[in-house]
C-alpha cells in the first residue's frame, strides 16, 4: 500500500488547509486511514483517525472542533479540512493507515506510512 498526501502549504493563523491522502497498491475495504504530525524537535503526534467501513471518527484534543477528516472510499482517498489554524499547528502532516480499525493514536498501531506534507501556519 502506498500512500500519497498532498494539499500542504502556507496559510494564516485563522485560515484553513485542506489535506488529501490518496491510497493506491493492495486496497483493503476494512481498517482505518488518518493522520500524525511532526513539529521540530518534537515527538510525532495523533492528529486524527477514521474508519474505513461506517466512518467513526476519533480526534486528538488540540484539533477537535476545527479539523474534520473524511473519506472516499471509491477513491481511497482520505481528507483533512483544518480550520482556524494556529501557529501551533505548523508541522509536517503524515498519512496513515492500518489494516484493522481500532482508535489508534501510537505510530507503530499503523501499518502504512506516506511521505509527508508541509504545513507552515503564520502569525
Known amino acids: 500500500v502506498q500512500l500519497q498526501a498532498s494539499g500542504g502549504g502556507l496559510a494564516q493563523a485563522g485560515g484553513s488547509l485542506r489535506l488529501s491522502c490518496a491510497a493506491s497498491g493492495r486496497t483493503f475495504s476494512s481498517g482505518a486511514m488518518g493522520w500524525f504530525r511532526q513539529a521540530p524537535g518534537k515527538e510525532r503526534e495523533f492528529v486524527a483517525v477514521?474508519?474505513?467501513?461506517?466512518?467513526?471518527?476519533y480526534y486528538a484534543d488540540s484539533v477537535r472542533g476545527r479539523f474534520t477528516i473524511s473519506r472516499d472510499n471509491a477513491k481511497n482517498t482520505v481528507y483533512l479540512q483544518m480550520n482556524s489554524l494556529k501557529p501551533e499547528d505548523t508541522a509536517v502532516y503524515y498519512c496513515?493507515?492500518?489494516?484493522?480499525?481500532?482508535?489508534?493514536?501510537?505510530?507503530?498501531?499503523?501499518?502504512?506510512w506516506g511521505q509527508g506534507t508541509q504545513v507552515t501556519v503564520s502569525s
Open positions: 477514521i474508519r474505513r467501513s461506517g466512518g467513526t471518527t
Open positions: 496513515v493507515a492500518s489494516e484493522v480499525w481500532r482508535i489508534a493514536t501510537i505510530p507503530d498501531d499503523y501499518d502504512y
